[in-house]
Structures are given as structure tokens and as C-alpha cells.
């Protein structure tokens, strides 16, 4: 009886999981470069209350037995990198993957990060950063009296000077992709880490063998659909609500259960 | 005492056992590959127990002593139809087509089966369940080692173009044989024949999802309580019989 309470409970606690998950990438419906995240779930044990294949008399076994569940448990959560809408911003440091594959950042610290953020700024040095400040790896630095930047399909930065009528190279942005994108570890800010389930990172140069090309003056926006998540959000909610059934129900019947003695 | 009581205990239990299995089909209703359970019962139906009524030649003979009042032979059966489809855009997400078509899952302990085809990749490139176990393909393994990994609804494991294994797919014609072990794995009885491996048919960046609808386990859940509440009040009624018996026959009006 007691079991059939904890199991309903653990329906409701993979439930509140699901909910904060969607409910997060709702918020970040207009954050761009955001990969959408996705909880996953598994049964949990199951505990043989009548063992398979025991005998129900001298001649005769059960097929089956009685195998009771315990509930649900949260596997992972992990992030789903389906491409996002290219969204047309005229910013000349405003750059889009189309297809697989990060930018590479400095962090302050000094490790590595990745991400597809490209909404890039100048620091003061005019270095090219993320709008966070982060430097971009491999550092591109971009005089001052620049007139004009170009950012090419394969990451190559140049920039017209006064005086000058050719564009001249500035650095080349590099690429980088993962085994499994799913395996990142996100860390907030548009940044993802390189973790064991990842697998190691291998650096090419945008739209060459599989690493996506980039797009001057675009922007990836968020790849939440606002319709697919309030519809997970209605299955969650429900699922939810459900459990809760089970768990009056639960109660209830234990309540009559107790009444019979009056 | 009554044998009415003892009926109406047993169908209690039987209620209490049933809230037990469809408690965790709802909590897995956003479980991909789970697959509902049903609790089956053998009851003894009026006609076999009034021919055994009948066969007592002795009319002070009750001739149903040796049976077991109420439900008896429970047993807790798997339900495999297919569940739906949901489509994830995920590369490494895989959902099968076959109702009886089942994943390999390497474990611990043996060989284990599953619909779930949410798989990751651990540290050493494998592919794996969502539990970190690796799937099978046809030669072992499947290891992923470059990115751009791809499956092809043939199963063929793809990492930028080329091909880097199979999943193996194995297909049960009799899915009774297998039991839930949790993580959304089955596994086969002591000494069972492996299963034959088929052709893989898999649809690529989907899941498929839990086998039972919200509306359906909460009748479940509905009819549990209605069927307990009725048993519940058998015992009742049983009890205010024997209590009447025990204070009014006999006693003289005065």
C-alpha cells in the first residue's frame, strides 16, 4: 500500500523536473544561440512479489509472476542542438553557424569554452568578444579606425582601412565540433564545456567537412518552439496532476481500509 | 467465521496490488519505450461453483471447502503494443518500427532489451542507453569517435558519411518471455533461447514515447478505488449481518 504512494510520488518529482525544464526554455525563447533542453526518463527497479516461473501448484508455474514497479526516475537532461531560425540583424559583428559546430572562447580563467552565440562585440583593445566580454579563441583583433568588417563563410575576418581600397585579413575564426553535441555540459551565458560524454573536440574551419558555415550579419535565434513546449508542458502538467489521482487514491483506500474496523 | 469476508478480503488485496501497477504506469507516462503493465486474474467463475454445489450428494455437505475463496492466480503481465511516436530532431534519438523489434543492451548482468532509443555517448566514444550501458550493434559495440553522427533508418550508424556499424535489432514472437528489470530495459527468463536477429527498421531522430494515455490509467486508477470501496463495503455488510445474528436471534421479546 505504502509502495503504491511512494510510486505515485515519484511520477509527481520526475514531473516538477520536466516542468522546470520546460519552463526554462520558455525563457529563453528569444535568448539566441540557445539549444533547447530535454529531460529523459526510466522506469526504476521492479520488485518480484510472486518470482516468475514459481510454482502455483505441484505440476503447474506462474508464466509471469507479479513484478511491481517503483516509480520513475530522471535519467538525464540533456540538450537538444537542432539547428535554430537564422534571424537577419544587419550587424556587421552578428554572425550565424548554419549546420553543425562552435565558436571556441577564452574564458578569464583560462579553460576553453564553446558556443553559437555569435552576437559578437569589440572590447576596448579591439578584440573580438562575445557580448559577455569573453576574448574569442583564436584572438582577432580589429583596429580601431576599421571602415568596413567582413566576416566570411569560412570564418575569415577582414577589414577596410581609410586610405586603403582592398580589404585586408585580420584572422580566421576557428570551428569546432563534438562527437556528441548532447554531451556538453552547458554552463549558462550561451556557453557549453567539454565534458567525458562529449568526447573530445576537433577544430576545422566553417564550411568545410561537415562544420556549418557562417552567416555575416545573422543572428541563430533560440531553437525552443513556443507551441512544442506549451505542449510538453500540458503533458507534464497532466502526467502531473495524474499522479496526484494515484496518490488520493492511494490514500483513500487505505482510509476505508482503516473504516472497516468500526 | 463467514467465508463472505474472506472473498471480500482477497478482492481487496487484489485492488491493492492492481493501485500498485497502475501507480507506476502513470508515473511513467513520459518514459520513452515504457510499456504498461496489467495485473491479470483467474476468478472462479458462479458456474463452477454451483456444479460443485450440485456434485454434493450429502445436502448437509458444503461442498466448495477446498477452494479458495475469491481471486486467485494473480499475475502481472507486460502490455507490448507500440506507443507513439514523437519526433525529437535529435541525431542520436531512434524509435522502432516492429512492435516486437527490440535494442541489445549490454549490462552487467548480460544482455538486456529495450525500445527506449534515447542513447548518448560515453567517454570512450560508445554508444550508449541514457543509463551509460552500451548498445550492441552487429559486431559489439558502436563506436562513435568523430562528430556528425548520423542513423539511417536501416540502422547504420553513420559518423560524417561513413559507416561505423549497425544496431542490432532482435525481433521476440513471443514477448511474454520477458521481464521489466527497470531503466527501461527487459530481460529474458534463466536459460532462454537468444532471440533472432532481424533486419534493422528504425525512424530516425524520434522516440517512441510511453504506451498509455493520461485518460485510460486514471479510469484505471477510478475503477481501482470503486472496485476496493465496493469490497470495503462487502466486509461491511458481511460484518453487520454477523452482528444482527449474533444480537437479535434469540433474544426473546419481552
Same mark, same amino acid.
Given at each position: 500500500m505504502i509502495r503504491a504512494l511512494y510510486t505515485a510520488a515519484t511520477g509527481m518529482n520526475a514531473q516538477e523536473l520536466n516542468i522546470d525544464v520546460i519552463s526554462n526554455n520558455l525563457a529563453n525563447v528569444n535568448t539566441s544561440g540557445y539549444k533547447k533542453s530535454r529531460a529523459d526518463f526510466q522506469d526504476l527497479m521492479y520488485q518480484a512479489?510472486?518470482?516468475?516461473?514459481?510454482?502455483?501448484?505441484?505440476?503447474?508455474?506462474?508464466?509471469?509472476?507479479?513484478?511491481?514497479?517503483?516509480?520513475?526516475?530522471?535519467?538525464?537532461?540533456?540538450?537538444?542542438?537542432?539547428?535554430?531560425?537564422?534571424?537577419?540583424?544587419?550587424?556587421?559583428?552578428?554572425?550565424?553557424?548554419?549546420?553543425?559546430?562552435f565558436f571556441q572562447v577564452q574564458l578569464p580563467d583560462g579553460t576553453t569554452a564553446y558556443s553559437r552565440a555569435g552576437a559578437f562585440q569589440m572590447d576596448n583593445a579591439g578584440r573580438l568578444t562575445t557580448s559577455e566580454g569573453f576574448v574569442i579563441d583564436p584572438g582577432v583583433t580589429i583596429p580601431n579606425d576599421a571602415l568596413a568588417i567582413s566576416i566570411g563563410q569560412d570564418g575569415t575576418i577582414s577589414a577596410r582601412q581609410p586610405g586603403s581600397s582592398t580589404l585586408s585579413q585580420l584572422g580566421q575564426l576557428?570551428?569546432?565540433?563534438?562527437?556528441?553535441?548532447?554531451?556538453?555540459?552547458?554552463?549558462?551565458?550561451?556557453?557549453?564545456?567539454?565534458?567525458?560524454?562529449?568526447?573530445?573536440?576537433?577544430?576545422?574551419?566553417?564550411?568545410?567537412?561537415?562544420?556549418?558555415?557562417?552567416?555575416?550579419?545573422?543572428?541563430?535565434?533560440?531553437?525552443?518552439?513556443?507551441?512544442?513546449?506549451?505542449?510538453?508542458?500540458?503533458?507534464?502538467?497532466?502526467?502531473?496532476?495524474?499522479?496526484?489521482?494515484?496518490?488520493?487514491?492511494?490514500?483513500?483506500?487505505?482510509?476505508?481500509?482503516?473504516?472497516?474496523?468500526? | 467465521?463467514?467465508?463472505?469476508?474472506?472473498?471480500?478480503?482477497?478482492?481487496?488485496?487484489?485492488?491493492?496490488?492492481?493501485?500498485?501497477?497502475?501507480?507506476?504506469?502513470?508515473?511513467?507516462?513520459?518514459?520513452?519505450?515504457?510499456?504498461?503493465?496489467?495485473?491479470?486474474?483467474?476468478?472462479?467463475?458462479?458456474? !463452477?461453483?454451483?456444479?460443485?454445489?450440485?456434485?454434493?450428494?450429502?445436502?448437509?455437505?458444503?461442498?466448495?471447502?477446498?477452494?479458495?475463496?475469491?481471486?486467485?492466480?494473480?499475475?502481472?503481465?507486460?502490455?507490448? !503494443?507500440?506507443?507513439?511516436?514523437?519526433?525529437?530532431?535529435?541525431?542520436?534519438?531512434?524509435?522502432?518500427?516492429?512492435?516486437?523489434?527490440?535494442? *541489445?543492451?549490454?549490462?552487467?548482468?548480460?544482455?538486456?532489451?529495450?525500445?527506449?532509443?534515447?542513447? !548518448?555517448?560515453?567517454?570512450?566514444?560508445?554508444?550508449?542507453?541514457?543509463?551509460?550501458?552500451?548498445?550492441?550493434?552487429?559486431?559489439?559495440?558502436?563506436?562513435?569517435?568523430?562528430?556528425?553522427?548520423?542513423?539511417?533508418?536501416?540502422?547504420?550508424?553513420?559518423?560524417?558519411?561513413?559507416?561505423?556499424?549497425?544496431?542490432?535489432?532482435?525481433?521476440?514472437?513471443?514477448?511474454?518471455?520477458?521481464?521489466?528489470?527497470?531503466?527501461?530495459?527487459?530481460?529474458?527468463?534463466?536459460?532462454?533461447?537468444?532471440?533472432?536477429?532481424?533486419?534493422?527498421?528504425?525512424?530516425?531522430?524520434?522516440?517512441?514515447?510511453?504506451?498509455?494515455?493520461?485518460?485510460?490509467?486514471?479510469?484505471?486508477?477510478?475503477?481501482?478505488?470503486?472496485?476496493?470501496?465496493?469490497?470495503?463495503?462487502?466486509?461491511?455488510?458481511?460484518?453487520?449481518?454477523?452482528?444482527?445474528?449474533?444480537?437479535? *436471534?434469540?433474544?426473546?421479546?419481552?
Open positions: 512479489v510472486v518470482e516468475p516461473g514459481a510454482p502455483t501448484s505441484s505440476s503447474s508455474t506462474t508464466s509471469s509472476g507479479i513484478q511491481v514497479g517503483l516509480g520513475v526516475k530522471a535519467a538525464a537532461v540533456q540538450k537538444v542542438f537542432i539547428q535554430g531560425d537564422l534571424q537577419s540583424t544587419s550587424n556587421q559583428l552578428d554572425v550565424a553557424i548554419e549546420g553543425d559546430g576557428t570551428a569546432v565540433r563534438f562527437p556528441n553535441n548532447a554531451g556538453l555540459r552547458a554552463t549558462g551565458r550561451n556557453l557549453y564545456q567539454e565534458t567525458e560524454s562529449s568526447g573530445t573536440p576537433t577544430q576545422g574551419i566553417f564550411g568545410e567537412n561537415g562544420y556549418g558555415r557562417l552567416s555575416q550579419g545573422f543572428l541563430e535565434s533560440s531553437n525552443v518552439s513556443v507551441v512544442g513546449e506549451v505542449v510538453n508542458m500540458i503533458t507534464a502538467q497532466r502526467a502531473y496532476e495524474a499522479s496526484s489521482k494515484g496518490i488520493q487514491t492511494a490514500d483513500d483506500m487505505l482510509s476505508q481500509a482503516i473504516n472497516l474496523k468500526r | 467465521m463467514d467465508r463472505g469476508t474472506y472473498s471480500a478480503a482477497s478482492g481487496g488485496l487484489v485492488q491493492l496490488r492492481k493501485l500498485e501497477i497502475v501507480n507506476n504506469n502513470l508515473a511513467n507516462i513520459n518514459t520513452p519505450g515504457f510499456k504498461r503493465q496489467i495485473l491479470l486474474t483467474e476468478k472462479q467463475s458462479f458456474e !463452477s461453483t454451483f456444479a460443485k454445489e450440485l456434485e454434493s450428494t450429502d445436502p448437509f455437505a458444503r461442498g466448495d471447502h477446498d477452494r479458495t475463496p475469491g481471486s486467485t492466480n494473480l499475475q502481472s503481465v507486460v502490455d507490448f !503494443s507500440p506507443g507513439p511516436i514523437k519526433n525529437t530532431g535529435n541525431a542520436l534519438d531512434v524509435a522502432l518500427h516492429q512492435p516486437n523489434d527490440f535494442f *541489445v543492451v549490454q549490462t552487467p548482468e548480460g544482455p538486456q532489451y529495450t525500445r527506449a532509443g534515447n542513447f !548518448s555517448i560515453n567517454a570512450k566514444g560508445e554508444l550508449t542507453s541514457m543509463d551509460g550501458m552500451p548498445v550492441l550493434g552487429d559486431g559489439g559495440g558502436i563506436t562513435i569517435s568523430g562528430p556528425g553522427a548520423l542513423i539511417n533508418p536501416d540502422g547504420s550508424v553513420n559518423v560524417d558519411g561513413t559507416p561505423v556499424g549497425k544496431l542490432r535489432v532482435v525481433r521476440f514472437e513471443d514477448t511474454s518471455s520477458l521481464m521489466p528489470v527497470g531503466n527501461s530495459r527487459f530481460k529474458t527468463g534463466e536459460g532462454a533461447a537468444a532471440p533472432p536477429n532481424v533486419e534493422a527498421e528504425v525512424i530516425p531522430q524520434s522516440l517512441e514515447m510511453a504506451n498509455l494515455s493520461v485518460v485510460s490509467t486514471v479510469v484505471d486508477l477510478m475503477s481501482t478505488n470503486r472496485a476496493f470501496d465496493l469490497y470495503t463495503r462487502m466486509a461491511t455488510s458481511i460484518d453487520q449481518v454477523n452482528q444482527s445474528a449474533i444480537s437479535q *436471534v434469540g433474544r426473546r421479546n419481552s
